[in-house]
C-alpha cells in the first residue's frame, strides 16, 4: 500500500515538474540556465572525481568525492530513499575510505530495490575491498543474468584480474 503510494505520488511529482519546466530549457529563446539538482550537481563531481583517479590525482579525487557527498546528502533528504541517491551515497563514502557508511547505504539501497545493478556492483566491491569475499559473490550472483558490464567488473575484481582502488 505504501509502495504504491509512493509511486503515485512520485509519478504526479515527475509530470507536474515537467509540465512547469516545460519552456524554461536554457536553449530557448529568453530562457535562463535551469539550476542542476543536488543529484545531478553530486553525479557531475563524482564523474570529475573519478577522471582524477584515472590521472592519478588522489588529493583532488578526494575533494570532489567529499564535495559530493554535500549535494548527495542534500539529495537524499530532498528525495529520501532513492535507491540511485544511495547508491551514490555509497559510492562516494567507499571512495573516501567511510567502508561503514557506505555498506549501509548501499543496504538501504538494496531493501528498496535488490536488483539494483550499480549496488550490487558496487557492494560486492566493498566487500572484496573488506575480505568478505563469499558476499562478495552474492552480490556477483544477483548480477548474473544482467547481462551488464558490471557483472563483469565485479567477477575481475573478485577474480583478482583487476584492483578496485577503494
Do not use: W
Request: glycine share 6%; aromatic share 10%; proline share 2%.
Amino acid at each position: 500500500m505504501i509502495r504504491k503510494f509512493i509511486f503515485i505520488l512520485a509519478s504526479f511529482l515527475i509530470i507536474t515538474t515537467n509540465v512547469f519546466s516545460a519552456g524554461t530549457d536554457s536553449n530557448s529563446s529568453g530562457g535562463t540556465p535551469e539550476k542542476l539538482s543536488s543529484y545531478d550537481s553530486a553525479v557531475n563531481k563524482i564523474k570529475k572525481a573519478k577522471k582524477y583517479e584515472k590521472k592519478g590525482k588522489d588529493k583532488k579525487a578526494q575533494k570532489l568525492y567529499k564535495e559530493a557527498l554535500k549535494f548527495l546528502y542534500k539529495s537524499n533528504k530532498e528525495n529520501p530513499l532513492n535507491p540511485d541517491t544511495l547508491n551514490y551515497l555509497g559510492f562516494a563514502n567507499r571512495k573516501i575510505n567511510n567502508v561503514k557508511d557506505a555498506e549501509v547505504y548501499y543496504l538501504m539501497g538494496l531493501e528498496i530495490d535488490p536488483k539494483h545493478v550499480g549496488i550490487n556492483e558496487y557492494l560486492g566491491e566493498l566487500y572484496v575491498l573488506t575480505n568478505r569475499h563469499n558476499l562478495a559473490i552474492e552480490r556477483l550472483e544477483v548480477l548474473k543474468g544482467c547481462n551488464c558490464e558490471e557483472y563483469q567488473e565485479l567477477k575481475d575484481i573478485i577474480a583478482g584480474k583487476k584492483v578496485s582502488k577503494y
